[in-house]
């Protein structure tokens, strides 16, 4: 686990790879609960049977579940311990490159692409590439975006 506990630490850390979070199953309770959170309930997410006609063989995670996944994976691999405030402040680009089915298991390799300074404080970017085991395409490339405030 990587702990940052200034924000020149994090600066120092561009261009640098952090790490890769342990894998976590995508399980159909957790789709149907994100189906509920979110209201779409589209039936390639939540109807088992007809899925399994589908284009995929079966039922498949949301890509906004993929990518809400996205901050909890990061902070199995790093943590910012700085003394001010960290807000989430937008994605800058994300793809989903390959469906995540239904008992397939991911994780998450995040690595520093950018520190900005700011009046504020720094504005760190994150890219966060989210593969699926024993697939060759990821299931989501985003970078995020953080204002860390001194």
């Known amino acids: 686990m990587r702990v940052?506990?200034?924000?020149?630490?994090?600066a120092?850390?561009?261009g640098e790879e952090l790490g890769t979070s342990e894998w976590v199953t995508?399980?159909?309770?957790?789709?149907?609960?994100?189906?509920?959170?979110?209201?779409?309930?589209?039936?390639?997410?939540?109807?088992?049977?007809?899925?399994?006609?589908?284009p995929f063989g079966g039922?498949?995670?949301?890509?906004?579940?993929t990518l809400s996944l996205v901050p909890w994976l990061g902070s199995t691999v790093?943590?910012?311990?700085?003394?001010?405030?960290?807000l989430n402040y937008g994605v800058n680009k994300v793809r989903f490159p390959n469906p995540v089915r239904v008992g397939s298991r991911v994780r998450s390799t995040i690595a520093v692409a950018d520190v900005t300074d700011l009046p504020a404080g720094k504005q760190l970017t994150l890219k966060h590439v989210v593969e699926i085991e024993d697939e060759a395409k990821p299931a989501c490339v985003a970078e995020t975006?953080?204002?860390?405030l001194p």
């Open 4 to 10: 940052f506990t200034t924000l020149d630490e994090v």
């Open 78 to 86: 790093f943590s910012l311990e700085t003394t001010g405030a960290k």
């Open 59 to 65: 039922t498949i995670a949301h890509g906004y579940l």
């Open 26 to 54: 995508i399980e159909q309770d957790r789709v149907d609960r994100f189906a509920d959170a979110t209201g779409d309930h589209q039936w390639i997410h939540v109807d088992v049977e007809r899925a399994k006609e589908g």
């Open 12 to 14: 120092a850390a561009v």
């Open 145 to 148: 975006v953080v204002l860390l």
